[in-house]
T-cell receptor, first 115, second 112 residues
């Protein structure tokens, strides 16, 4: 069974600072993907970034990057130069096998950016 | 490109009443999911469709929940009768093969 662990229930970060949100996963699959989603108070899940297990480089998308450490089974999200609009819940998710399969989500981290 | 549409956005009902949610996926996405997100938790899959067929409904409480996707496009999720513990956000997502799942805005259900 897939398991995603996010150990930080909440974080407070000063605006413009970088922040790292932790995610560890448990899978025996050789090929898999890790997703990060942002959920603002409006409720919609917004896709941020994806890392494939065979990708040689860490994924980056604008201010978002993944610190992917395959041996440690961690895929931490790094947000650079945080903004007030980054305040939201952040979820790490992993499908059983890469493809159009269900996502298993962690419990999320509530990030609050302080002006 | 239009995103995943859901309606209604909010619904308040009393326990033992019925409720239905609607989802229209992104055009061309064959796979559609319904997730339930209880406050303070991550979303949990209720049912997955591939076109108009059910792929996974192992976590759907079938005694009260039902879902359909008759023409392989829109989908409806129904709860009958609702219980207090059904209060949650119901998220619809869609994808095409080996692509990212995109979510709709969700329906917030409150059962009193």
């Amino acid at each position: 069974a897939q398991k995603i662990t996010q150990t930080q229930p909440g974080m407070f970060v000063q605006e413009k600072e970088a922040v790292t949100l932790d995610c560890t996963y448990d899978t025996s699959d050789q090929s898999y993907g890790l997703f990060w989603y942002k959920q603002p108070s409006s409720g919609e899940m917004i896709f941020l970034i994806y890392q494939g297990s065979y990708d040689e480089q860490n994924a980056t998308e604008g201010r978002y990057s993944l610190n992917f450490q395959k041996a440690r089974k961690s895929a931490n999200l790094v947000i650079s130069a945080s903004q007030l609009g980054d305040s939201a819940m952040y979820f790490c998710a992993n499908p059983p096998n890469f493809g159009n399969e269900k996502l298993t989500f962690g419990t999320g981290t509530r990030l609050t950016i302080i002006p | 490109e239009a995103g995943v549409a859901q309606s209604p956005r909010y619904k308040i009902i009393e326990k033992r009443q019925s409720v239905a949610f609607w989802c229209n996926p992104i055009s061309g996405h064959a796979t559609l999911y319904w997730y339930q997100q209880i406050l303070g938790q991550g979303p949990k899959l209720l049912i997955q469709f591939q076109n108009n067929g059910v792929v996974d409904d192992s976590q759907l409480p079938k005694d009260r929940f039902s879902a359909e996707r008759l023409k392989g496009v829109d989908s409806t999720l129904k709860i009958q009768p609702a219980k207090l513990e059904d209060s949650a956000v119901y998220l619809c997502a869609s994808t095409t093969y080996q692509e990212t799942q995109y979510f709709g805005p969700g329906t917030r259900l409150l059962v009193l």
